[in-house]
């Protein structure tokens, strides 16, 4: 008997009524549709905190990224990209892709971006056209300060453009109380909703950049978007992915019932179990400043211990998929998601193969010692 | 009691073991959702008739227009875009965006293009970079001879591009023996899958312009996609559309299973039969040229009767949908699809659909002389 059990940061858990809504499609020319998009984009509005325009994709959330700076930029703007991992690099390769002057802002991997670097940067560079930030970095486990760096960069007349794919509906994130001019998100995260549907919510002042920009673009185009979505019955200018929308939602509605606050208090508390977990094992937390890391937990595999043979192991034995370290990271440090569908029993069982998983490879440790830390803040909480 | 019948081009019925396969989603970095990938590359070369690449985009249809463009050209590169309808217009609007130098080779709505002239342009502009033609234009029910075109382009050194959307998996296409260096194809026509999913199959002679292109582009990067695609297991670069994907694993398989001669030959028979159907009924076809017309059958809506009207009515009295005319063709023609999971009882309900629309309308005709002509047809055939 095998059970599978995906606790990964992406794609995440997806309820069984939300997977279910993909099966019946309705036309995407009928007033069902209709209804239904509409519903949706006045949920995202909900879940991005937001007065500003949402706009959906039919593409990963890498679509919505190239979309970004593709609408808002000419060739040659100067813009200042941070970045700290996986998903900040890529940032970087899009906007160079695109013919951006490109200042590199790196931060080390595993800390946070520092605000004050950013108004020193922008201080040197005033022609800068727009700053962008991964709000949580899923290859590190860290997730930045949107909110000061967002005060920042409203003083100035630069974009601020953040990648919120991991993020959204999951952790505090407040797209228009941040000033955040392009905030980037996905289905497949905190949405709870199979990949392929990305989302942007644009801000007036990324508006007045749109009407300038020069840089090619059809599919992701912000001004079809816009036009098909005013229409007295909403439209997407191109073939909608109709079941994923149908299943975003219901993700939605499940998210509008639980209510934000709850779903923030949840994955902090979840966040805080799992990081006693790992100490109480005496196991490392890769991600220092994990004040704000309620997305995943980073933690350095131990010495002798590859994480990939480790997260191996952990799939084939016991159906349990955690992820492994990407890219300069492979094999050095695993990541515990609790982002979106995850309840206290997911939190538990997670901890639990890993215990298994440590057992295996001889490490040593009291056998129950991260179960029992974890229970006892989960316990300790409202949740 | 309200049955609904979805009778339109697209997105066209999907059978409910391939809308059941996106129920339950496997991880997209697990060997499992590995060998679904492989399968469904496999399948895809099988309908594409190919030995090319063929790459799969999380978007729409229009994604993959767009990444033809963008990666196979540079700015100012000329090319001849062959336009007769919506998604003609589509192309050379992309290829405009992107900066190319485009020469519309206009042809009437409800013709198909002519093979004579491109001779006679590629002669006159012996610079030609690129030969874009729409296989079945949809919004007029033509299918234009693709074979012909293939073997002009083929004696030039410009690419020939076929949008083959809502022709792939369901009447002939040759990707390889007509010569097609970029076929691109969507999951929601002949593929009997929801819509988010597009594909292109890439021939060698279009990956050296690939190499020199110098359009920006990222998210719909075919090297990008090649290397992720030729790993030992196959992956995406960008977090793949996994529901979609899965349920065009059981689509390929159930047209592997018919196999591609009979499906051909079903679609043969059901526009012949619809054809048949219109004439009974003392309408006229909008498509003169109809001898491949095998997607949808355009209709001229009778004198006085605003198809847009007749097709809401159709709608909301009996759960029938089929389609307006689009654009310039509203209110003036109606659509009659045939395209995927259609058998001949819905064939028949379609064409008995329309009857009670008709005969609502005050359109005077004989009832249930299309049913019989369409039954005729049928039953003359050996599908």
Same mark, same amino acid.
């Given at each position: 008997? /095998? ?41 995202? /509005? ?62 080390? %991997? ?67 109380? %941040? ?25 007036? /002042?990324? %508006? ?176």
């Amino acid at each position: 008997m /095998k059970k599978d059990y995906i606790f990964t940061p992406g794609p995440t858990p997806v309820p069984l009524d939300v997977g279910m809504a993909q099966v019946n499609m309705v036309h995407h020319r009928s007033g069902d549709f209709g209804e239904i998009l509409r519903r949706v984009l006045d949920g995202l /509005k909900y879940v991005y905190r937001t007065k500003n325009d949402v706009f959906i994709f039919a593409s990963s959330g890498t679509g919505a990224m190239e979309a970004a700076v593709a609408n808002c930029f000419s060739p040659g703007d100067k813009v200042i990209v941070f970045s700290g991992g996986k998903f900040g690099e890529r940032f970087v390769d899009i906007s160079r892709f695109f013919g951006l002057d490109v200042l590199v802002s790196e931060y080390e %991997w595993g800390t946070c971006a520092n605000p004050e670097v950013l108004s020193r940067q922008l201080r040197a560079n005033p022609d800068t056209k727009g700053v962008m930030l991964t709000h949580s970095e899923t290859s590190t486990g860290v997730v930045n300060d949107v909110e000061a760096f967002g005060q920042i960069v409203a003083q100035t007349p630069a974009l601020f453009i953040v990648d919120a794919i991991s993020s959204l509906g999951a952790i505090e994130f407040e797209t228009d109380a %941040w000033n955040v001019d392009v905030a980037i998100s996905g289905s497949q995260k905190g949405l709870m909703t199979p990949p392929g549907l990305s989302f942007v919510a644009v801000s007036d /002042k990324a %508006w007045k950049a749109v009407e300038s920009s020069k840089l090619p673009r059809y599919y992701f185009c912000f001004k079809s978007a816009k036009k098909s979505q005013s229409k007295e019955i909403p439209e997407t200018p191109y073939t909608p992915a109709i079941t994923l929308i149908q299943a975003v939602d219901v993700a939605l509605a499940r998210i509008r019932e639980e209510g934000l606050e709850k779903i923030y208090e949840r994955h902090e508390v979840f966040g805080k179990a799992t990081r006693a977990a790992v100490r109480a094992l005496g196991l490392e937390l890769f991600a220092k400043d994990n004040s704000r890391a309620n997305i995943c937990t980073s933690v350095v595999s131990p010495e002798g211990i590859n994480s990939g043979e480790l997260v191996k192991f952990m799939r084939n034995k016991f159906g349990v998929f955690i992820s492994g370290g990407q890219a300069k990271l492979k094999g050095k440090i695993f990541r515990l998601a609790h982002v979106g569908y995850f309840d206290r029993f997911d939190i538990i069982s997670q901890i639990s193969a890993l215990e298994f998983g440590l057992g295996n490879f001889g490490y040593e440790f009291e056998p129950g010692s991260g179960v029992s830390a974890c229970m006892k803040v989960l316990m300790e909480s409202e949740v």
